[in-house]
């Protein structure tokens, strides 16, 4: 296993839990995106907790639920540090790239498998009595829980898919790698927002239809007056707070968080917006900014239709044909061998002449 120490540790608190047993959950977000960094989350506590304080909380698997529950649990959850103890990860798009784009390939899945093994290392060295581990599977169940289970062999190991829905400490986990993965998302967009942004504005003043759009709105203006009005009776509902409900609350919560999507969609390659950002933001020489998982073919395809054609040239000569490469290409036991001599022809000499020192006599002197 490679250094599994892959990223700072994002949030943790390693709580001991007063030495009683304990059960773990593991889990990730943004595995399958092409934008952004992939986080894994672990969530532990004792399990008389389990069952009476965090489903108090209602945690549930993070897809099934609202962005504004998803952020109240998460919210609880940190608060009880006296009883819940976890560790978060963020894994870079650079890094996942990089690795993916070794000459010994390091694919997503042993990322991730790795990424857990040191979520749960982590845990058990800092003295959690770590008895229970259940995690949502990567790749086969029955392979990944095989592969942990040779790494900590007298913990109790739960593979499943589903497992998020399943443990409510996979559960716990879900929420904590979700959204610690929006808000990076978010504190990622802003300066993106207006670059983004003007690049709208500029398509749109090349085509004309900004200004048409301008010139008819102001035409609107001064014949009618009923927009005026609708502002009105807007700032009248926002004047009064009770009017609000769970709705407005979430829009209100959720304003950043939806600027940000509104750019590059969910992130998924499937995603129409996502693959319009895409196309935006490819320079033509330099590619993508690490926001973007070079290594995804999504990307790569992109870059390889939008960007110029760069050529790469070796220092051997090419014209001298693949052959004549392969034959100027020295081999590691050259440096290691002593270099025989050869006869005036170009012929090596026998090792037993050379080990005897002996010596061609060409003129005798006679």
């Not at 599977?137 to 898919?161: C, D, M, R, W």
């Not at 707070?241 to 979430?250: A, D, F, L, N, T």
């Not at 750019?263 to 390659?269: C, E, T």
């Not at 129409?272 to 290594?295: Q, Y």
Request: hydrophobic share 35%; with cysteine.
């Amino acid at each position: 296993m490679e250094s599994v120490l892959l990223q700072p540790i994002i949030s943790s608190n390693f709580h001991k839990c007063g030495g009683k047993p304990v059960r773990l959950g593991i889990d990730e977000a943004g595995r399958g995106c092409v934008l952004g960094a992939m986080v894994y989350a672990c969530f532990f506590c004792a399990a008389e907790d389990e069952k009476k304080e965090l489903k108090a909380l209602n945690v549930d698997d993070s897809k099934k639920l609202k962005e504004w529950e998803r952020e109240e649990a998460f919210e609880a959850i940190q608060a009880k540090r006296d009883l819940f103890g976890w560790s978060i990860h963020a894994i870079r798009s650079e890094e996942i790239s990089a690795k993916m784009l070794r000459k010994k390939k390091y694919s997503l899945n042993e990322i991730s498998h790795d990424t857990a093994i040191s979520l749960i290392l982590r845990t058990v060295k800092s003295g959690v009595n770590v008895t229970e581990v259940f995690v949502d599977t990567v790749g086969n169940a029955n392979a990944y829980q095989a592969k942990l289970k040779a790494h900590f062999p007298s913990i109790k190991i739960k593979v499943a898919e589903k497992a998020d829905s399943l443990f409510p400490v996979v559960s716990a986990a879900s929420i904590l790698a979700k959204v610690t993965r929006d808000r990076m998302l978010v504190r990622w967009t802003p300066h993106r927002l207006e670059e983004d942004e003007r690049e709208r504005e500029e398509d749109a003043d090349r085509e004309g239809n900004k200004k048409e759009k301008a010139a008819e709105a102001e035409k609107e203006n001064e014949t009618s007056p009923a927009p005026r009005k609708r502002v009105n009776e807007d700032e009248e509902v926002e004047a009064n707070p009770k009017k609000k409900g769970k709705g407005e609350k979430e829009k209100t919560r959720n304003a950043k968080g939806a600027a940000s999507s509104s750019i590059f969609g969910s992130g998924y390659p499937g995603d129409s917006e996502t693959i319009a950002f895409l196309n935006r933001n490819c320079d033509p020489v330099f590619g993508f900014d690490g926001f973007v998982r070079f290594s995804w073919s999504t990307a790569r395809l992109i870059f390889e239709k939008r960007g110029v054609p760069v050529d790469w040239y070796d220092e051997v000569d090419d014209e001298a044909g693949s052959g004549a490469s392969e034959a100027k290409q020295s081999r590691i036991t050259n440096f290691f061998a002593a270099k025989r001599e050869a006869t005036a022809g170009g012929i090596e000499r026998p090792a037993f002449f050379l080990r005897s020192k002996l010596q061609l006599l060409s003129n005798l002197g006679v």
